[in-house]
């Protein structure tokens, strides 16, 4: 192809080095900082080149700085495939395609990685200042494309040249996004490095680890309740539960997927809603107690926690169902109930001592020891606080006998000490307590700093009951949320706080647009699909249906796109065509018009071929002569013309 | 090889296809819808692969904005196929001049190209079988003349061959184009023979002149030098007394000043028709540049002894049609 080889001007390198700017720079902070260094500097040589006029350089120095660059990335990172490496490959790739710039197939194939960089970005985030950084990266790609074809225009032309196009290109992305049959990926493995980094409940408690996320105002999941909120003090959104006590810490002991369906009874009104979960990397379903059904491609374990097959690597969206009255684990296994009750050798002789002397005074009741162990908690006057002292080798008795002072993960692990000292199976649940509803969107948001700890008790007839010591001595925390429990000059985030309402509002506004984002741009997922086109009317959407109405759409709006850009087709001069019509008839007896013949040279010439018309093929010359390069044509010649011509037949 | 050639047979059966009507085609050859052809480019080609893997990423890392960005990209291939499309449709093609040129040299047709639409057209281009491409712009509702080469290699009528009107503005990923066959015809003299005989003073060619001029033909007047005007009607004189002047030339009054016959059945026996007709065309080219009168016998035609432009035309037209039916 000719064009292809056609060498690249000044103009189109500058657009793709603006274009490569655009696309790599919202990665640098992703790759390492000799890369990103590299990139920089591989840009500013081939800025200085372009507008030094200097030569590129030297192909051996090109295929140098090639292998250079990818033997850096693989001792980097140790292989080349997976997310990071593959965008500090690419980012590799472009820098070096720029000093090679040379035919307009460099161009094109510099704007493709361009695009790809754009995918590149959506890998670590897909917010909307993400989206609209992206869509300026395409917008001057596009442009660079369009200056690789032709370089003539200004450059606020060719932006808004390629804005057109992208315009124009909007519908169609519409349609497909909407309709293109979804796939839940992967479609294969996913290396483990996405979602490296994030917050959230741990599978382990120890003093301290629920109050580092009291800091961290980021989202862990959002409800939308088919129905009436429940009370604030029922949100008790069950996380992990952890039996296993190692005198510091608790941790999970649970066998995974134990239940496929929920082995307890209903009681009481159920609550059905729908949970957007952040994703955390575990393969815990945060779920209100007690869950009465199991979201898709998940089980129960064994102490009644939903858990996702697959661990929870995107945003992720189920509808749940709860009872909050249900009695669960009435006939638990003789095994948890050892596993509950298991206590260190030693350690804490304050505490045994007290859940000796319940044990001793209530004997197998363990209803009655439950009140005395609250009844404890009560009269100790507990602090709840942010900040509590460090503890030592016996924290449980230090908390309740001498600090006092505590935060959910100390009052949780001192009440199960208790109770296990007095003979009652008990055990901590991790998960989140509350939430706040946005008034934008009405969704209740779960942030981090709702993570709380609490503890259930198993008594005889009744399963495993719920008790959260946190609420004996500081009922606001339940009742509201973390900002009225703690004392006041105790730092927390802005949103977990209770004053400066209009910045809470404003955030409440930014949030609601954020969920509606996920919900309907991010969280647009095979489900949600067919949801969108059942609720449409679209009765059991398969992909033969959703591309056949994909195609005739997408035809629909490619038939507007060319009536409007082939719009005012042609504007033929009537006298033009009817002259033509006229001329086409003579043609085809064999009197061609010559485009060199003026009209009455060619009337005489065909009339002396045609005497019988003669006089009929002078009068049209005559007026058509007369309309086209007479003065003021009339318009009833016009007409007249027009009539002759309709009546001439030779 | 095999491949190659198969390929050029089914292009020649596509193109005739796609020409339907026999050329030449009736002026002026609108390039309606019907007969645009589009289809990717192989950087069009290389898009819709990248569109592909990034769709297989998205899909596979659950991207929703990376499924936008495919989404939005495939649409914008989809308008680069209308506008591509649209940067060529309705364009009318109409035949301009063809000056006449020498076998061996390219004749160079003009087609006109007319742009009714109200959006200008840019970056066509337009050539004829293997030769370089010719790249046009034209204006909204303007018009602008291409002139696109073609080697001549035999004298005689040369008609233009097909044309190839191409676009792949404005992303280069669609390229539209559409074949005409305009008629225009080129007449092509035959070439000059690099070695002729000497002009033929000899015989009844000369009448009653000398070889130098003087005599008979009286010096007229002085006009510009023209690069084909004989260095020895260079008025020297003139242009020694006004320093740095232009050169002119002397004319001489009378057609008659020096008259020589150029006879097909004079020359050399060896020479076969067509070399014939080389000499005769160096022939007439020197005698005109040397400002001699001269006449032109072919076994066919004859031609009376003239000098000037108008006499060279005729006379290197007779030679290029000469025979023209019988080859």
């Given at each position: 192809m000719a064009r292809a080889s056609r060498p690249i001007s000044r103009r189109q390198t500058w657009w793709l080095l603006a274009s490569a700017i655009a696309a790599a720079a919202p990665l640098a902070q992703q790759v390492p900082l000799w890369l990103a260094l590299a990139g920089a500097s591989a840009f500013g040589w081939r800025a200085l080149l372009t507008w030094q006029h200097w030569r590129l350089p030297p192909r051996w120095l090109q295929v140098l700085l090639v292998i250079a660059g990818t033997v850096g990335v693989f001792l980097q990172?140790?292989?080349?495939?997976g997310r990071t490496p593959g965008i500090a490959l690419l980012l590799v790739f472009l820098a070096l395609k720029l000093l090679e710039l040379r035919a307009a197939r460099d161009a094109v194939v510099t704007a493709l990685l361009c695009y790809f960089l754009v995918l590149g970005q959506f890998l670590f985030t897909q917010t909307i200042p993400t989206a609209m950084l992206a869509g300026l990266t395409v917008l001057i790609t596009t442009a660079a494309l369009l200056a690789a074809s032709?370089?003539?225009?200004h450059p606020r032309q060719q932006l808004r040249r390629a804005a057109l196009l992208l315009a124009q290109a909007l519908p169609f992305m519409l349609l497909l996004f909407v309709l293109f049959p979804r796939v839940q990926g992967p479609l294969w493995g996913i290396p483990q490095?996405?979602?490296s980094a994030v917050s959230g409940l741990s599978d382990s408690m120890s003093p301290g680890s629920i109050a580092q996320l009291s800091q961290s105002d980021a989202i862990a999941f959002r409800v939308q309740f088919k129905g009436e909120v429940p009370p604030q003090s029922q949100l008790y959104w069950r996380g992990p539960v952890m039996p296993?006590?190692?005198?510091?810490s608790w941790r999970v002991a649970q066998t995974m997927g134990?239940?496929?369906?929920?082995?307890y009874a209903g009681a009481g009104t159920p609550v059905e809603y729908e949970v957007t979960l952040e994703p955390h990397g575990k393969h815990w379903l945060f779920a209100l107690e007690m869950p009465a059904s199991l979201p898709p491609e998940s089980a129960l374990t064994s102490d009644y926690q939903p858990v996702a097959?697959?661990?929870?690597?995107n945003r992720t969206r189920y509808t749940q169902r709860a009872w909050p009255e249900a009695l669960a684990g009435?006939?638990?296994?003789p095994g948890s109930l050892r596993a509950a009750l298991s206590l260190p050798k030693d350690g804490n002789p304050r505490t045994r001592a007290v859940g000796a002397a319940w044990r001793a005074e209530h004997g197998e009741d363990g209803a009655a020891i439950l009140a005395a162990a609250q009844n404890l908690f009560n009269r100790q006057l507990l602090i709840y606080t942010l900040n509590p002292p460090l503890l030592g080798a016996d924290m449980v008795d230090e908390f309740l006998f001498d600090s006092k002072r505590g935060f959910c993960e100390h009052f949780a692990a001192a009440f199960v000490f208790a109770l296990r000292s007095a003979g009652v199976p008990a055990r901590v649940v991790a998960g989140y307590q509350g939430g706040e509803i946005?008034?934008?969107?009405?969704y209740l948001e779960v942030r981090q700093y709702d993570a709380h700890a609490w503890t259930e008790a198993w008594i005889a007839g009744r399963g495993w009951v719920r008790i959260d010591p946190t609420a004996i001595s500081a009922p606001s925390r339940i009742n509201n949320n973390l900002a009225a429990a703690v004392p006041a000059n105790e730092g927390l985030p802005l949103l977990a706080r209770s004053d400066m309402a209009w910045l809470k509002e404003l955030r409440y506004r930014l949030d609601a647009v954020t969920n509606g984002w996920n919900q309907w741009?991010?969280?647009?997922?095979p489900q949600r699909q067919r949801d969108l086109l059942a609720s449409l009317?679209?009765?059991?959407?398969d992909w033969r249906s959703m591309t056949a109405i994909l195609s005739v759409l997408c035809g629909v709006i490619m038939l507007g796109l060319a009536g409007w850009i082939l719009r005012n087709r042609l504007h033929v001069d009537p006298v033009l065509a009817a002259w033509r019509k006229f001329t086409a008839r003579l043609a085809r007896r064999g009197m061609v018009w010559q485009p060199w013949e003026g009209p009455l040279d060619f009337a005489e010439r065909a009339a002396a071929a045609d005497p019988a018309h003669g006089e009929g093929i002078r009068e049209i010359a005559a007026l058509y002569a007369g309309l086209r390069y007479?003065?003021?044509?009339?318009a009833a010649d016009l007409i007249r013309f027009k009539n002759r011509i309709a009546a001439f037949r030779p | 090889m095999m491949l190659a050639s198969l390929r050029l047979r089914l292009h020649e059966t596509f193109v005739r296809w796609a020409l339907?009507?026999?050329?030449?085609?009736?002026?002026?050859?609108i390039l309606t819808q019907r007969r645009v052809y589009v289809l990717p480019t192989r950087a069009g080609l290389a898009y819709a692969a990248a569109l592909g893997v990034i769709l297989l990423g998205a899909m596979n890392y659950n991207l929703s904005l990376g499924h936008a960005l495919v989404f939005l990209l495939a649409g914008l291939g989809i308008v680069a196929i209308l506008h591509t499309f649209r940067n060529l449709v309705q364009i009318s093609l109409s035949p301009g001049r063809c000056e006449p040129v020498f076998a061996g040299s390219p004749a160079q047709f003009s087609l006109i190209l007319e742009n009714r639409r109200p959006d200008a057209r840019t970056s066509l281009r337009l050539w004829i079988g293997d030769q370089d491409a010719v790249e046009v712009d034209i204006d909204a509702r303007a018009s602008k003349v291409a002139t696109l080469g073609y080697p001549?290699?035999?004298?005689?009528w040369l008609p233009m061959p097909r044309v190839t009107v191409e676009t792949t503005w404005p992303l280069g990923l669609v390229r539209a184009w559409s074949y005409a066959a305009p008629e225009l015809m080129c007449l092509v003299y035959p070439a000059p023979a690099a070695k002729a005989p000497p002009?033929?003073?000899?015989?009844?060619?000369?009448?009653?002149?000398?070889r130098d001029g003087r005599?008979?033909?009286?010096?007229s007047g002085m006009r510009k030098h023209q690069?084909?005007?004989?260095?020895?009607?260079?008025?020297w004189k003139a242009v020694a007394r006004q320093h740095d002047g232009p050169l002119l030339t002397k004319l001489f009054a009378g057609a008659s000043a020096q008259q020589i016959w150029l006879d097909w059945?004079?020359?050399?026996?060896?020479?076969d028709g067509e070399q014939r007709l080389s000499i005769l065309a160096r022939w007439m080219l020197d005698a005109d540049a040397a400002g001699l009168a001269w006449g032109l016998r072919l076994p066919a035609l004859q031609l009376a002894p003239d000098n000037g432009q108008e006499q060279l035309a005729a006379g290197l037209r007779a030679l290029a049609l000469h025979n023209d039916g019988a080859r």
């Open positions: 990172y140790r292989t080349i495939l032709d370089d003539r225009p490095d996405r979602f296993a006590f190692d005198g510091r134990a239940y496929p369906e929920v082995p097959r697959q661990p929870v690597r009435i006939d638990e296994t946005n008034p934008v969107d009405g741009v991010l969280g647009y997922n009317g679209l009765k059991e959407p007479g003065p003021a044509p009339q | 339907r009507t026999r050329p030449p085609e009736p002026v002026p050859i001549a290699t035999r004298r005689g002009l033929p003073w000899s015989g009844d060619s000369a009448r009653g002149t000398t005599g008979a033909d009286d010096f690069v084909s005007d004989a260095p020895r009607h260079v008025a059945n004079e020359l050399p026996a060896t020479a």
